[in-house]
């Protein structure tokens, strides 16, 4: 299935049932997934948390094949990137309030682009 973001692809994820899933793609933003998901948790697929990570990394892979997208995560040189955050996050992101958070999020962007870094690298040296 195709997705219009990041968010959306990966809230689809959560569940094995095609039919949450094609409400999902339907959706016309972001932020509606996220909502839509508070009725929903008793649908979320029993391995979620030990793929959620894997997930997340395949759909910023993804995402960030995009070349002008690409361009805008490694313009971040190897700065630090924080998922803040001032709803609770604190497994993906950061707390803004508590400065409290796994930034899972932050690490796997900073992940992806190591390896679009190093994609670069090795196109250039190719050539």
Same mark, same amino acid.
């Given at each position: 299935m195709e997705f219009h973001t990041t968010e959306h692809g990966f809230m689809a994820?959560?569940? /094995? *049932? /095609? %039919?949450i899933r094609q409400e999902i793609q339907a959706m016309p933003g972001p932020m509606q997934t996220k909502v839509y998901w508070h009725d929903k948790r008793d649908q979320v697929r029993e391995d979620w948390d030990e793929i959620r990570l894997t997930v997340m990394l395949d759909m910023l892979r993804q995402k960030f094949a995009y070349p002008e997208l690409r361009a805008m995560l490694l313009a971040t040189g190897d700065e630090e990137l924080i998922e803040g955050n001032n709803w609770g996050d604190t497994f993906? =992101? *950061? &707390? !803004? !309030?508590? &400065? %409290? =958070?796994e930034n899972w999020l932050g690490r796997l962007l900073m992940y992806v682009r190591t !390896?679009?870094?190093? %994609?670069e690298y090795l196109k250039r040296v190719a050539a």
């Open positions: 994820s959560k569940t /094995l *049932v /095609l %039919e993906f =992101g *950061v &707390d !803004e !309030e508590t &400065d %409290e =958070g !390896e679009c870094a190093m %994609e």
